[in-house]
Each structure stands twice: as structure tokens, then as C-alpha cells.
């Protein structure tokens, strides 16, 4: 007997959405007929029905969750739907009276809806095993599927009504999960017979019942329902009656002794002479080729971990596979680790990316992690500084405090104003975790000491001492702005008093902000002197938070514009704005310029933050003043002779800038998206504001997969125009071009894990894996392509959104 069939998977430990398939009704449904009220002629034919199946989860006898419906069928006789469903709960949070109730239901009659008939089914058998493969529910007539413990409408069979046809099908039902050998030409035979036999059982039942079939997800290995939390060390305790009882092993879930034995023979360091001269044949060349391919989110299977060590000479001279390889490490073995040290460093060197990799939660050792830093040294402090948030919260996957990362951080920005000043805020902002607070604070420690002691600064014509104290400024000009909101929040009556008090506080009290002693370096961009702040220029948004927009006098003579926060987590848009910088970076790189606005943001706190004012105007208010986009562009850039009335250049613009953000917040999953964050630059950028909800996350229901407005489809001409076909292109371009980098991505949200982001922190593995799903990576370049423009349809004719848009600004307006 194989050891494959002692294994087993508990339920408490799938993470995983429960999920089934509902494939067809088989039987005969007769007709629907017509009803006296309907005022037709009654020679009309019979009504077609319009079936859907109705799907709701029972735990201990209570509805568990929202019911889930398949799409309307009308393929009448045969109604098959083949349609996957995935419910919000999980195979860990399921009990062992767990029930899905179906229920047929057709729509047809117009008024209401005509209950066909309803089944139920034990998500666990008797022996407390998960249900999977096919199953064929019998429906009771004219009832509605019961899902208490003691169900009324049990869809198994009963066995005294169990007939050939049941047996041979419970027979099939074990042949497709594979617990039946296969044996072709006798299969063939066997299935022609059944065939025969099915014939002769629907002629001689004359009024056959209706049965709707379900296939449930198979998985690897049974899985035997355990409650989470349970404890394998004491044995449930046996009852006096003759009652099955289950008795816990402590050893299960343990390798078995002979796998073990058998593993470390296949890995003796003795057989490395053997495996230098090991070449893989061509199939295990094609799989290798897959298993590289794999996102660093998925784990490997133990056979693909043992060929990746069997070759693992082979495979030295391809860069890609280093971080594959040492997945497949046992690091618990001193000896094996050993050499995959060796072999590390003897590897084709890898790339930025895969060191990112290396640094993530996944990798415990230090000589590895130390090895990715030293790949991250030949980086430039332009790619260093796209990188740089991931990098300090991978500070909390560091074994020590005064760790090889930490030390490299703080070196490369004694060299950078940039990277030194957002190296300080980054990891300022967190020391507010308990949990990691000491470590992040030897690294700033570190900084400090190493800023103080430096003779020259980065810009050559400062010294360390003056930079830091520079730095330390911008500290206390927010505590000072933070003061500011306060006054401002506390004083009664509309925005304009708010706007008259902040400009009265500047003007008096605090006047030594509107000239500072000494410039100082501006947070959002540290290469820029700020002296002072303008009163007459600042001003405040009408907001529930009121934040503030100051504009600061520049050593140089100018002027820059930002928008102060207090009272709302900017940690989740600095995140999104530095992946829009990213992937701007990204496009460019291949030659596609989408002409995005990558505007600045920086949390100074859990609370407050400083973000960039770019001049703009929303679609809200650009809509309500001159009806469409294609007027207010016709402001700014009139031609008579151009396209709409606006210069080529200005749509074109337009077009690049909806396609880079409809590909970017589609990828991101962006949610709550409404013309009041959808923001229009003078030069006809496009642009998103507001990052509150992200990977798949929205408060609105039933959101479009891409968020793309009607009034930009308008200002493009139309779904029909040359200009929206132009802009579909762009999409299309620029999601292959991303995908390629999909791994880049994904290293950097892995590295975000461990981060107090809501939208992160809440289900980190579940975000990732939704982030993951974006790219499609099961499909080739040209698939992609078919696959975004339905994507691009099926969004432009979503009516729903546009529904939830008129509400949201009637709520804008009366708010």
C-alpha cells in the first residue's frame, strides 16, 4: 500500500473558499403553462422556462452566509449552467454539520418567481470526510430546500428507492476522483453498457424525478473535518454506549519514518558526486520550466522540491531558479544547508526582484538574507528609493536588530538627502508598533549616529550634523501643523471662518511659520528648501477632516502647494501612489509613456500625513459646471480642426492617462471609485485620488471588474470611436507590459505582510493571492489581450455602478 493513502488534510487548516460547480438539471421538467390571468390567446405555445439555481450554506442548522445564484437558464429540455460557485466561507470555518441547500427556481411566469423543487446535501459523510467529485441530488417537487440538522429535503436517494442506475453512478462518481484504476479499452465497454442501461431505466420510468448535479472540489489528499483549536494531545473521551468515538494521533500531520529515512538517503551529501553529472531528461526539463515560472506565492509540492535538489548542479547557471532552490532547503539540517550555502554562492547571480524575494518572512536564514542585500547593493539610489518602504518593513522579518539590511539601509542614505530623509519618516511612523518597536528603533538609532558623525552631508555643502537637525525640523513643523487643525477644527461655523482663523494664526501667533529661522528640507521632497508659508495662499478643504493646503515659499523663489491630513491613516495611499510610481516607471522603461500623475504621498503618523497638490478639478465638478469632459478640455486646448474641438495632442493625453489608471486600479483592485476621486488636470490628465479601499475591497455593491466611467468612454467618442478603440490598445499594451514585472509586484506586497496597512493586515495571504490572480499568468500574451478587452466590455455596459453613482452624489449633495 502506497504511503499517499495514509495522508490526509485536517478542514482547520484549508484556508481556502469553499467552492462547487453546478452543472445541469437532469431529468424531465415539464413546461410551464400559462396561467388564467395572463391576457393571451390561449392557442400560444407553452411558456419556455428561465431556470437558476439558488445556493445557501448551512451550519448546525442555521443560513451561513449570503445565498448565491447562477445565471438564468433557458436551454430547456436540458438546462446545464457549468457554473462555479465560490462562497465568503472557508473550509476551516465549516462544521460537521454542514449542509448546502439547492433550490431550483423559474422566473418565467413574470410575476414572482416558481419553485421547482429544492435538495439538500451533508457537506461531511458519515465517517467525517469532506464530500467531493460529482453528486447527483435528488429534488423534492414544490419545495423549497431545507437546511435545519434533520433536513426535509434530503437530496441522497433513500436506499430502499436506490436502483442499478444509483450504484453504477456512485461506481462513475469514484472513477473521476481516481479511486478507481483506469484501464481504456474495458472502460469503453463498461460505458456503452451503462449507456444501455440508462436508456432502458428512463423508458421504463415514465415520470422520471428531477436531479440537479454538483460537483464538489477535489483535493490532493481526503480531507477529515477537525475543529480548529483542537487539542491532539488528549484523546477524546469514550462514551459507555457503542457509539463511534475518534481518538486523535498526536503523530498525524508528522512525515512518516520510512518518507523521512527514505528523503535523506535521496539527499545524502555522499550522493553529491552522483548529482554533479545529473542531467534532466526532457519532460523533467519541461517541468522544471514550470515550476521557474510559478509566483513566489506558491509553494512547492515535495516532488518538485526533490527534483530541484536532484538537479540542483544543473541548475547553477540559471539565475531564476536560486530562490526555487532554496525553497527546497531542510534548514533544520546542518549539513544540507551547508552546502546550499555553498552553492548560493556559487549561483548565476539573480536579480533585484528575486532578492526581494529572499527577503520576505518565507526566508528565516541570515546567510541568505545577507545574500539578497548584497544583491541589493548594485542597485542605484533611483531603484533603491522605489523599493524602499518594502525594504523597512522587511526589518521585521530580520533575525537581529542591528541586522546586515539595516546597516546597508543607513549606508546608502548617508549618501542620498532623499533616501536618508524618507528612511527616517519610514521607519518613525514604525515605532508605533509595539510588536517591532525596538527593532525599528535601533535602526533609526542607528541613523542618528551615523548622521551626526558624518563630516560632509549627501549635497556636499552641509555637514551630517546640520542634515540631521534639517531633518529633525520637519518633525516639528508637523506637531506645529497638527496644532494648527486642532485651532482650526475647534472654531464654529462654515469653511470660510476655518479658512480666516488659519490665516489669522499664521499672521500672529504663529508667525515664525511664515518665515522659518533657517529653511527647511520639505518632507515630501527633501532636494527642496522650503523658507516659509504663504497666509494669503493657504487655505482649507470643505471636509469632514478639513485638512489643510499650504503653500510654502521655495530658497529658490517659488512656490510648492500641499495638503496636510490629521485623523486619517495615509500608510494604505502612500502604498498605491508608490506602485503607480512603479509601474509608471515600469511602462516607461518599454516605451510607453500613459502620462500618469504619481503625485507625492508620506505618512508622518498612524493618523496624519502630507500629501502632494497637483492643480485639478474633479469629474463631479466639471460635469455639474460644463456637462461633459469634452467641453471643459475645449477650455484649455480649443482647435477647431482637432478631434471634438481639443488639440490631438490634449485627447491623446486623456486617452493614455484613462488606460494607464483603469489597468493600474484594476490590477490593484481600487475600490470605491466615484467621480468625486476621479480628478482632471488642465492638460487632460486623468488621475485617482483616495485610496480607502484596495485588492478587490469596496463598499460599493456589485463594482465594475475596471473602473471606467461613462463620461470618459463619452469624451473619447464613444464605445464605437477610433479613440476608444485607441484606448483599449493602450490597456492592452500596458497590462502585458506589467505582467511581465508581476513577480517584481508580488515581492513587494509580500514584503508588506507584516505591515499595519488595513486592507493588508486584515487577510495578508488572501490579498496577495487576489493581487496574484490579476496578472493571469495561465494565459499567453495574445490571450491576455481578448481577455482585457471582455474585461473593457463587460465594465463599460455595467449599468449597476452607474445606478450607485447617481446616489452617491445626491448623498454629496446634500452632505
Known sequence: MSGNEFRFFLSCDINLPVTFRIEKLEGKLLPPKLSDSDNVDSTMEERKAELYVESTLYIDGAPFGLPMRTRLETGAPSFCWNELITLSTKYRDLTANSQLAFTVWDVSCGKGEGLIGGATIHLFNMKKQLKTGKHKLR??????????????????????????????????????????????????????????????????????HLYVVVDFCSFEHRVVFQESGANFLLPSPIASTNELVTVYDPEVGKINPSEHKQLKLARSLNRGIIDRDLKPSITERKSIQRILKYPPTRNLSGDERQMLWKF?????????????????????????????????????????????????????????????????????????????????????????????????????SLRNVELASFLRWFVAVELHDPAYAKRFYCTYEILEESMLKLGAGASGDEDGYKLWQSLVRQTELTAQLCSIMRDVRNVRGGTQKKIEKLRHLLSGLLSELTYFDEPIRSPLTPGMLITGIIPSESSIFKSAL????????????????????????????????????????????????????????LATGHDEGMLEFIPSKPLAQIISEHRSIVSYLQKFHPDENGPFGITSTCLETFIKSCAGYSVITYILGIGDRHLDNLLLRDDGRLFHVDFGFILGRDPKPFPPPMKLCKEMVEAMGGAESQYYTRFKSYCCEAYNILRKSSNLILNLFHLMAGSNIPDIASDPEKGILKLQEKFRLDLDDEECIHFFQDLINESVSALFPQMVETIHRWAQYWR
Not at 361 to 377: D, G, N, Q, T
Not at 548 to 569: P, Q
Open 546 to 601: 478639513h485638512p489643510l493646503r499650504l503653500a510654502f515659499r521655495t530658497a529658490n523663489g517659488g512656490c510648492c502647494k500641499i495638503i496636510f491630513k490629521k485623523g486619517d491613516d495615509l500608510r494604505q495611499d502612500q502604498l498605491v501612489v508608490q506602485m503607480v510610481s512603479l509601474m509608471d516607471r515600469l511602462l516607461k522603461l518599454e516605451n510607453l509613456d500613459l502620462h500618469l500623475t504619481p503625485y507625492r504621498v
Open 312 to 412: 540542483r548542479f544543473s541548475l547553477m547557471l540559471e539565475k531564476r531558479a536560486l530562490t526555487k532552490f532554496l525553497r527546497c532547503v531542510e534548514w533544520s539540517d546542518v549539513q544540507e544547508a551547508k552546502q546550499a550555502l555553498e552553492l548560493m554562492h556559487k549561483w548565476e547571480s539573480i536579480d533585484l526582484c528575486d532578492a526581494l524575494e529572499l527577503l520576505s518572512p518565507v526566508f528565516e536564514s541570515e546567510e541568505v538574507r545577507a545574500y539578497a542585500v548584497s544583491v541589493l547593493e548594485k542597485a542605484d539610489d533611483e531603484e533603491l528609493q522605489c523599493y524602499l518602504l518594502q525594504l523597512v518593513q522587511a526589518l521585521r522579518f530580520e533575525r537581529s536588530d542591528k541586522s546586515r539590511l539595516s546597516h546597508f539601509l543607513v549606508q546608502r
Open 139 to 208: 429534488l423534492w417537487p414544490g419545495k423549497e430546500a431545507d437546511g435545519s440538522i434533520n433536513t426535509t429535503t434530503p437530496g441522497k436517494v433513500p436506499k430502499e428507492e436506490r436502483g442499478e442506475l444509483e450504484r453504477l453512478e456512485k461506481l462513475v462518481n469514484k472513477y473521476e476522483r481516481g479511486q478507481i484504476q483506469r484501464v481504456d479499452w474495458l472502460d469503453r465497454l463498461a460505458f456503452k453498457a451503462m449507456d444501455k442501461i440508462k436508456e432502458s431505466e428512463n423508458s421504463r420510468n415514465g415520470s422520471s
